[in-house]
């Protein structure tokens, strides 16, 4: 085939349609307004025609008629789309169904561009009525029947129910408006049945109304079954009896069955027989029941079966025994049938963990672990058909209890704290529960407990101790056994075992020295006097951790070495052990003193300073005699020689009184001070008491040439003036005045020369 004319032809309408295009998609636009109206709206009824129409204006400058896109929406889900270059389109809904209610919007589409119209609300009342269809419309009792229900005309998402005799019997849930479904007619009879539907909408649901209404009619089914217990519902262990179960002439076939308590003895198909060799425990209740479908139908018979002999009851003597007691084991059955044995014709077997122990009913032994274990009994008799009957006895657990040894009394937990509440928990090695554990303290019963399970302890509560022999006091008791005596623990071993620990003793703190100067060192002592070790001391200054160790003596020591200022106040120690206990010591008060080289610099600064202070004095008062260098020339005057009695002695204090003015020539010449004590010796001889002397220096005056200087000897004399406050004064003014000159020898290392005393003017 050619395809050459088809594509020039193709190639030919494309490049006619091209320009168009072109002119489409280079075309301005703008979408004015979308708009939707409805009619009828609002509120309608089921069944109405609905017209919808949606109508777009838009604005371009194309020759060539835009495409729009209409897209109707419900419930803002797509219902209807269009494309198509007119600028409407139109929607009917034929008819209008409850499934049609909820919120309708048009929106166009032009290109790149979308706008969408007004919404429109739309509410349709009334569902359609439904249809009801049954088959078969005449069914067995137990038969099931074919149920349709169906509203061909509605849409949405449905719930189906089911009536009979106006009560609702099945709920069904359905994507469509049709639903099938089985009903089971249970009892025979005319049975009315209908339906009807629900529709679930969005914010909304409606129901609809019932259907048409079906008679089923229900035929029995004639299906009793019948049952009988051959020979008798009363027989004998041993006697066989026959079961009959039956269906009397069925319409069909049905299942029958036997059952006892609720076990299944037998099935068949109309009819049963069961035969059985009864026994005691086949004493009770049988069901025969008949089966088609769903339909049952019962009878009930029961059947009491009399012992050939009574169930054998095993006693052990006695119950509970302890190893080394002897046991009785006794099989016996209480009842037997005299119509059909004697009481000799039951035999009995003793079985030891299922192994046979003797043949017999009667057994007896000594309690051993060996011997533990399960016994039981089995009876045995010839019936009527010469055929045994075995019943088995009640099973006896036999463990033999060990007595209890002695008990241990032991501290619960690592330690026993003197002073402090603490447990004490008594326990035997070996020993079978219960037990009954006491506490005594003395001899006397403190506290007493029931030990039931091994995961119980009989541990006691005390309150405390202050002394470890305490301890050796307590004592426990246990006892296992009402007839022997209990077994009572030592309290030594208790003493041996337990870690005792003694809270620490209240502390005392001593220093060495007692006394501290700066730069020494310093020793503190924290002592307990009792107290389990290891202990740990710790020394506070001024309520500050100083240091703190743990040893494992009575006694701690902290050295302060090159004790400064700093160190002085408050110190004490703390004290604790594992009894985790602390005790403070009393508070030592430290004085630190000045180092001795500072106490010295002390001293003699205070020494200096007194002194500067009494010369000051002295000074001020004008009480120290005050000397001078002089240069040049002196003024003096001649003197004339000493002589023994111008020259006196006071006392032997070394003070020369001479009322002329003494003078060495070269150098001023002066006493010694006086003391207090020479003044006081001037006074006691009548020596006028001296005022206080105050110096002035004296202007030296040229030496007198018309007057010969003293001598005596080759040693020259000379006066030296002394002036008063007023000024210089003349010698007589001084001596009138009452003034005293002292005079010096020139020559100072002859203390025994004598030395002249010239006279005053007033004297002479």
């Known amino acids: ?182 009903l089971e007619m249970k009892h025979a009879g005319d049975k009315h049945l209908h339906c009807d539907y629900e529709i679930v909408m969005i914010g909304n649901t409606q129901r609809s109304n019932n259907s048409n209404t079906v008679k089923v009619t229900v035929k029995e089914l004639f299906i009793t079954p019948v049952m009988n217990i051959l020979p008798g519902e009363n027989v004998i262990e041993g006697d066989v009896v026959d079961f009959v179960c039956k269906v009397v002439s069925p319409p069909f076939p049905v299942s029958v069955f036997l059952t006892k308590d609720k076990k299944m003895l037998k099935e068949a198909s109309t009819n049963l027989t069961h ?86 009913g009667y057994y007896n032994a000594t309690a051993h672990l060996s011997l533990n274990g399960n016994y039981s009994c089995q009876a045995y008799a010839l019936d009527r058909g010469q055929n045994q009957v075995f019943k088995s006895s009640n099973q006896i657990v036999l463990k033999a209890k060990v007595p209890v040894s002695v008990p241990r009394v032991s501290v619960v937990g690592d330690r026993l704290i003197l002073g402090k509440p603490f447990q004490l928990q008594c326990r035997s090695e070996n020993g079978s529960l219960p037990i009954t554990y006491s506490l005594l303290s003395h001899h006397r019963q403190v506290k007493s407990r029931v030990v039931n399970s091994p995961r119980d302890l009989a541990i006691f509560n005390l309150t405390s101790i202050h002394s470890i022999t305490d301890l050796q006091s307590f004592s426990c008791k246990a006892q296992n056994h009402p007839s022997q005596p209990p077994r009572e623990s030592s309290g030594e071993y208790l003493r041996r075992i337990a870690n005792i620990i003694v809270p620490v003793s209240k502390p005392e703190l001593s220093m060495m020295p007692t006394k501290v100067a700066e730069g020494q060192d310093l020793t503190l002592t924290c002592t307990v006097q009792r107290g389990t070790p290891p202990i740990t001391y710790t020394w506070y200054h001024s309520a500050l951790p100083m240091h703190s160790i743990t040893i494992n003596v009575m006694q701690g020591s902290y050295i302060i070495r090159s004790v400064g200022q700093e160190h002085g106040g408050e110190y004490y120690c703390i004290t604790s052990n594992p009894s985790n206990d602390t005790e403070r010591s009393g508070s030592l008060i430290v004085e630190v003193k000045l180092a001795p080289w500072k106490i010295f610099l002390i001293a003699v600064f205070c020494i200096l300073l007194t002194v500067a202070i009494i010369v000051f004095i002295f000074v001020k008062k004008g009480l120290l005699p005050f000397r001078r260098k002089r240069t040049g020339d002196l003024s003096v005057k001649p003197a004339s020689t000493k002589t023994d009695e111008t020259l006196r002695l006071t006392h032997g204090t070394g003070i020369e009184a001479a009322n002329a003015t003494p003078g060495v020539m070269g150098r001023n010449v002066w006493s010694d001070n006086v003391s207090g004590s020479e003044s006081d010796d001037q006074r006691s001889e009548g020596i006028p008491e001296v005022p206080d002397i105050e110096y002035t220096e004296v202007q030296p005056q040229e030496a007198d040439p018309g007057r010969a200087p003293v001598k005596k000897g080759t040693e020259t004399v000379y006066s030296e003036v002394r002036n008063s406050m007023q000024g210089v004064l003349k010698p007589e003014q001084a001596d009138s005045q009452g003034s005293v000159e002292y005079a010096q020898l020139n020559n100072h290392d002859h203390e025994s020369e004598e030395q002249e005393h010239e006279p005053s003017q007033d004297q002479q």
């Open 1 to 182: 085939m050619d395809y050459t004319p088809a594509c020039l032809s193709l190639l030919l309408l494309s490049s006619l349609f091209a320009p168009w295009q072109g002119a489409e998609a280079q075309s301005r636009f703008t979408i004015d307004s979308v708009t939707l109206s409805v009619d009828p709206s609002g509120e309608i009824s089921t069944g109405t025609f609905v017209d919808m129409n949606c109508q777009v204006i838009v604005s371009h400058d194309s020759s060539v008629p835009l495409t729009h896109s209409f897209n109707l929406l419900h419930n803002d889900v797509v219902v209807f789309s269009k494309n198509t270059t007119d600028d409407a389109f139109f929607y009917q809904l034929m008819p209008a169904r409850a499934a049609n209610s909820g919120t309708y919007m048009c929106r166009v589409t032009v290109q790149n561009k979308s706008k969408g119209s007004n919404s429109k609300k739309l509410v349709v009342t009334g569902l359609q009525t439904p249809v009801l269809l049954v088959n078969p419309e005449m069914p067995f009792e137990g038969e099931e029947v074919m149920a349709t229900c169906h509203a061909l005309e509605e849409s949405g998402s449905f719930y189906f129910y089911f009536y009979q005799d106006f009560e609702q019997i099945k709920q069904v849930r359905a994507s469509g408006n049709m639903v099938e479904t089985k």
């Open 275 to 360: 035969r059985l060799r009864v026994l005691a425990e086949d004493s009770g209740e049988y069901v025969c029941k008949a089966e088609r479908g769903n339909l049952l139908r019962e009878a009930y018979k029961s059947i009491r079966v009399k012992d050939l002999f009574s169930k054998p009851l095993l006693k052990m003597k006695p119950r509970e025994v302890f190893e080394g007691e002897v046991f009785t084991l006794n099989c016996s059955s209480k009842d037997y049938s005299s119509e059909r044995i004697n009481s000799g014709d039951v035999k009995y077997s003793l079985y030891w963990n299922q192994v046979l122990l003797t043949s017999g």
